[in-house]
């Protein structure tokens, strides 16, 4: 366990670049006075930044490299010019035990692609998923994966995720038999395609699991907070995730209308500026930044690529809280310890 | 077209029955007044209801019925319970010309199997799709199907989606060639799954269709008013609109909340009370309740089970708003006159 987290950033994945990476990792000191920086990417751009942050001096370095992935490259084009691209790099950083995570703001499908050939799954796991908390009215936030690395899934990896998803909320939200349920659209059990319903039959039957598989739930129960982890393939994922950032936000936009639309109306919002800032703190995208790929043998975080400085300062502090609660090596023993004999009776 | 548009309604359908059936139909008496009612049902249980809405009692029937299907029934045990339920008769009495519309707040599956087996597609259609307006930040709702009646689909069923709900949309939100695309994970060409690009290619090739193909959209955007129809997979579809539905009354609780958090923040909330008013209408799932099924030979429209009779009402809306638009020959004569051959040149 490492209180001096050493994160590795690709500084020119994101929509802006090392402005908003070298601007969030400045804030991020705050919370994680020790952390530890490694920039790769165009050393020009990267010093340049770095000036209007004068704090962040300290204990950070540069590795400078002309090659950037870019948004639109397939991952098979992104793996052939991963090796001195900045995102590749980073993650070759992680790989070599010079970083203790690689975050990138970059193409999803080519970081994965290219975190999945460097640090190779773990055992017992066959894809990696993109997890993420979301928050809800309950206690706690949900654990949501894949959120949209894998396209297409079969029920085996649906029931990898469960078991990765509930490894991670027993670390990062500290139950010790997460409340486990699978994503579908309706909650009977003779709901849903056949890769759901092999799927849940799988996870009723491993009942040595570390975690409580409580069956199906719709996406309008997501943020109810009655279950820990939610597994789901990549492509329900990303539209369900998707449809609750888009909403929060159209939300968001139809209370500033409403609420500024008389004066009378204007002067309520104001008075309850209090209310009005908590709502905005937890309804930005910014503020649940940094999704985590869960069944690698090494640490990598996605932040959005639209993200400002707020917005990688949340996702650098996920990489931080996984680096110091060792999340890699914790999920590979839990996996190791105990379900393993359960997944493969279960998969039978 | 008709002004009086006669209404046939599965009193028994949904979470409460005729209680919310028959108060939702007086309600939408104000919008409606040439309004018909034939409530099928516990006649009893009906004739009770009807007691307490003394100015429903004119221009309505009710046709007895002992056999209701259940939320739990498989789509085939409900087509072999059809012919003696609230459910059957009430689409039985639109395929025999005596209703314009039936209603039901019953079990999907059951609906769109009975519905689909009694009226049939309409030519050039394979499957029906439910279809929903949802609320935007534009000037117009937006056309989405399918939201759940068909789990599994292929290429050739998204297209003819694409194709009923720019007819709706023309309809409905009187736009002459509706901006119309596929959910996706991207909106980049290379995103997503393969049937989704095959689909996809089939529309860009069809430029006779009366419809602007625009591509790819992504959950997050739906609510933006760029596009007038959304067309996807029933599966996904179901995801997108519970994740959206689930969320915005996430966000409502949260504002409430966050604006009685405090008695500063409590008096603002009370001075803004027209702007609350307008946000809970807005959010308020009952306000844009009322699916309809397209691609039938006859109306059915599904209101959501667990609606309240406000919700009801703006259901009952949707019928007769349809049927007095006399949807149902307006999609056929559209599919008739212009795509069919563009449809099948795209589908090569």
Do not use: W
């Not at 001195?84 to 993650?91: C, F, H, P, R, V």
């Not at 509930?166 to 579908?184: F, G, M, Q, S, W």
């Not at 789901?232 to 139809?254: C, H, M, P, Q």
């Not at 949340?314 to 839990?334: E, F, H, L, P, Q």
């Amino acid at each position: 366990m490492t209180q001096s987290p050493r994160i590795a950033i690709d500084a020119m994945g994101g929509d802006v670049g090392p402005e908003v990476m070298v601007a969030g990792a400045a804030l991020s000191r705050a919370a994680f006075p020790e952390i530890r920086f490694t920039f790769f990417g165009d050393e020009a751009r990267i010093r340049s930044e770095l000036s209007k942050h004068k704090a962040l001096a300290r204990n950070v370095e540069i590795i400078h490299s002309d090659e950037v992935i870019s948004g639109e490259a397939k991952p098979s084009q992104a793996l052939r010019r991963s090796k001195d691209s900045s995102m590749g790099l980073a993650i070759a950083a992680v790989k070599a035990g010079e970083a203790d995570a690689a975050l990138s703001g970059g193409n999803t499908g080519a970081l994965m692609a290219i975190a999945k050939v460097a640090l190779r799954t773990m055992e017992g796991i066959d894809r990696p998923a993109l997890s993420a908390l979301m928050p809800t009215l309950g206690d706690n936030d949900v654990v949501m994966l894949d959120l949209g690395a894998n396209t297409e899934c079969d029920a085996e990896n649906l029931v990898q995720f469960a078991v990765m998803g509930a490894a991670y909320a027993r670390v990062v939200l500290d139950i010790e038999r997460p409340r486990t349920a699978l994503l579908n659209i309706g909650s009977e059990d003779e709901k849903g395609t056949g890769m759901l319903k092999d799927a849940a039959a799988r996870l009723r039957a491993a009942d040595t699991l570390p975690l409580d598989f409580t069956g199906f739930i719709e996406a309008d129960r997501l943020s109810r907070g009655h279950v820990d982890v939610v597994a789901t393939d990549g492509f329900s994922g990303n539209i369900a995730i998707k449809a609750v950032e888009g909403t929060a936000r159209f939300v968001a936009d139809l209370i500033r209308q409403a609420f500024t639309s008389s004066l009378r109306s204007k002067a309520g919002f104001m008075l309850s500026r209090p209310a009005a800032k908590l709502l905005k703190n937890t309804l930005d995208p910014n503020f649940h930044n940094g999704g985590v790929f869960l069944g690698l043998n090494g640490l990598v975080v996605k932040s959005h690529g639209g993200a400002d400085a707020n917005g990688v300062r949340n996702a650098i502090g996920v990489a931080a809280k996984m680096a110091i609660a060792d999340i890699t090596r914790k999920i590979a023993s839990d996996l190791e310890n105990f379900p393993k004999q359960a997944i493969e009776d279960a998969a039978e």
